[in-house]
T-cell receptor
């Protein structure tokens, strides 16, 4: 138990569906992250929020839309996804975005797009 | 650009020592992290190096040489539960304003009896 929770743990959706992934951290951290982990590939940063300010990875398609209503909660809204978006989506948090502050990861949401 | 290389897979024997290497090429450098990830679970933090040298933490040690762009994770007295993927990650201050970690693909370690 890392102090970072994610729901749902598993999600199957069609390409026309709209769904949201939720992440919550109970560590008092100020930074939160979304990563995508595909088989045989490195963890890929998608979005970072620091003190509720977003830094966006420009390569993320617009069908992924993050939301950070406060420093404890992070959402990833999904719409019109493609089968290649099937992956493990990991949320992480850290005290800050600099120095030795390690990131604590949630258990992930296993997403399958049909 | 950024490039982080690790071996894809390694096999070692219970009770032995194994060294997992990581080489990196990044625009800048502001620390290197090692994470452990068991199958189906979240990555968990193992170590952090920002200065050259060896950091020891129990059975695990991590070494860094900034001039060579090289790090290794040393696991001693291997146990079956050490079977996992080991991820090397670098913080590059010139990448997304010092906020991001860039990860290698990970090394899957199989510990055999």
């Amino acid at each position: 138990e890392t102090g970072v929770t994610q729901t749902p743990r598993h999600l199957v959706m069609g390409m026309t569906n709209k769904k949201s992934l939720k992440c919550e951290q109970h560590l008092g951290h100020n930074a939160m992250y979304w990563y995508k982990q595909s088989a045989k590939k490195p963890l890929e940063l998608m979005f970072v929020y620091s003190l509720e300010e977003r830094v966006e990875n420009n390569s993320v398609p617009s069908r992924f839309s993050p939301e950070c209503p406060n420093s404890s909660h992070l959402f990833l809204h999904l719409h019109t996804l493609q089968p290649e978006d099937s992956a493990l989506y990991l949320c992480a948090s850290s005290l800050s975005t600099s120095g030795s502050n390690e990131q604590f990861f949630g258990p992930g949401t296993r997403l399958t797009v049909l | 650009g950024q490039n982080i290389d690790q071996p894809t897979e390694m096999t070692a024997t219970e009770g032995a020592i194994v060294q997992i290497n990581c080489t990196y090429q990044t625009s800048g450098f502001n620390g290197l992290f090692w994470y452990q990830q068991h199958a189906g679970e979240a990555p968990t933090f193992l170590s952090y190096n920002v200065l050259d040298g060896l950091e020891e933490k129990g059975r695990f040690s991590s070494f860094l040489s900034r001039s060579k762009g090289y790090s290794y994770l040393l696991l001693k007295e291997l146990q079956m539960k050490d079977s996992a993927s080991y991820l090397c990650a670098v913080r590059d201050p010139r990448d997304t304003g010092r906020r991001a970690l860039t990860f290698g693909s990970g090394t899957r370690l199989q510990v055999q009896p």
